[in-house]
């Protein structure tokens, strides 16, 4: 149980294209999903707190109108990456709560020409 | 602010051999704890947590952490590793009954050798 799908795996486009990533939690209910960054051999960065029917919430330095994530059910939020740049390539994890425990997407590596 | 530190950003093990990585974590309460697993290119898989009940937790893949209140520790072990168990590992934390972010450590890069 508590699996959370992404989608795409894997993703190029050119530089100032938009890319939107799935996240889903496929067999429960969360209200709170969040969506970090990971660069290569580093930890976690978490750039927001999404949560089911309102604004989410960005952590500083994270551009929000450039990071754009909507929530629009309990078991579906997005990320949109706007008018992607090639420092915008990095591995995207999403997570989502299942009680006291985030249970975290196989993640989206993204790649920008 | 809560805060995790994993000593040793590598650790190497022989197979079979006994595999101990250690985290530590700044509370003044007991929080929630959480060993998560990565293999390359993939998400991050969650190995145990302490929730406030037994110490001692078991998780998957044979691995268990005893949680240390005195030491504020939740070291992860495995009595034998397995090639397989080549992986980074991430301990974190989450206060009881506060924020729902996690608190990661800066992981924990296993090799084992052959």
């Known amino acids: 149980g508590a699996v959370v799908s992404q989608h795409p795996s894997r993703v190029i486009c050119k530089s100032g294209t938009s890319v939107k990533i799935e996240c889903r939690s496929l067999?429960?209910?969360?209200?709170?999903m969040f969506w970090y960054r990971q660069f290569p051999k580093k930890s976690l960065m978490l750039m927001a707190t999404?949560?089911?029917?309102?604004?989410?919430?960005?952590e500083q330095g994270v551009e929000k109108d450039k990071f754009l994530i909507n929530h629009a059910s309990l078991t579906l939020s997005t990320l949109t990456v706007t008018s992607a740049h090639p420092e915008d390539s990095s591995f995207y994890i999403c997570?989502?709560?299942?009680?006291?425990?985030?249970?975290f997407g196989p993640g989206t590596r993204l790649l920008v020409l | 602010a809560q805060s995790v530190t994993q000593l040793g950003s590598h650790v190497s093990v022989s197979e079979g051999a006994l595999v101990l990585l250690r985290c530590n974590y700044s509370?003044?309460?007991?929080?929630?704890l959480f060993w998560y697993v990565q293999y390359p290119n993939q998400g991050l898989q969650l190995l145990l947590k302490?929730?406030?009940?037994?110490?001692l937790v078991k998780g998957i893949n044979g691995f268990e952490a005893e949680f240390k209140k005195s030491e504020t520790s939740f070291h992860l072990t495995k009595p034998s590793a397995h090639m397989s168990d080549a992986a980074e590992y991430f301990c974190?934390?989450?206060?009881?009954?506060?924020?729902?972010?996690?608190?990661f450590g800066k992981g924990t890069k296993l090799t084992v050798n052959p």
């Open positions: 997570s989502a709560s299942f009680g006291e425990t985030q249970y």
């Open positions: 067999d429960f209910q969360a209200t709170t």
């Open positions: 999404s949560n089911e029917g309102s604004k989410a919430t960005y």
């Open positions: 509370s003044s309460v007991p929080p929630y």
């Open positions: 302490y929730t406030s009940a037994a110490t």
């Open positions: 974190a934390v989450k206060p009881q009954g506060g924020s729902e972010k996690l608190v």
